[in-house]
């Protein structure tokens, strides 16, 4: 907010304590604020959208060659000869596929906290500025 001094407080513009409020100025800095933290916000926004979309694909694409090594499987332990051979084939296909889904998991968890990291920046330095502009000023 813009503050001025003034002489004696007493000149019919309200002073307080020495000083008057000058209204224009305080509002357009107020509306300034509001537009760098939309500003902000919107890049946040942006970064995170691409994040998650790149998550989601990234899932989908997982998601796919999951069901594809399924229908493999699947083909394979119906032209087994006996139970023995369908047994050990669907065994490796369970482990295998445990062990990517962890790994998956894994990935898509490290990529999650990347984008919200990465999101959250331009909201923390617009934070960051606003401290240090007011901190200034106190």
Do not use: C
Not at 73 to 83: D, L, M, W, Y
Not at 108 to 115: A, F, R
């Amino acid at each position: 907010m813009t503050m001025s001094k003034i002489s004696n407080g007493s000149d019919g513009h309200g002073g307080f304590a020495g000083t008057k409020w000058d209204a224009q100025a305080g509002f357009a800095e107020f509306a300034g604020m509001g537009r760098e933290n939309l500003e902000a916000l919107v890049r946040a926004s942006t970064i995170a959208a691409h994040g998650y979309s790149s998550i989601a694909q990234h899932w989908a694409d997982f998601t796919k060659a999951t069901l594809d090594q399924s229908v493999e499987t699947a083909r394979a332990v119906f032209g087994t000869k006996n139970v023995k051979d369908a047994m050990e084939l669907q065994s490796r296909f369970a482990r295998s596929t445990f062990d990517r889904y962890v790994n998956e998991a894994s990935r898509i968890s490290e990529l999650g906290v990347k984008t919200t990291t990465e999101a959250l920046e331009p909201i923390q330095k617009r934070v960051d500025e606003v401290v240090a502009k007011y901190s200034r000023a106190a």
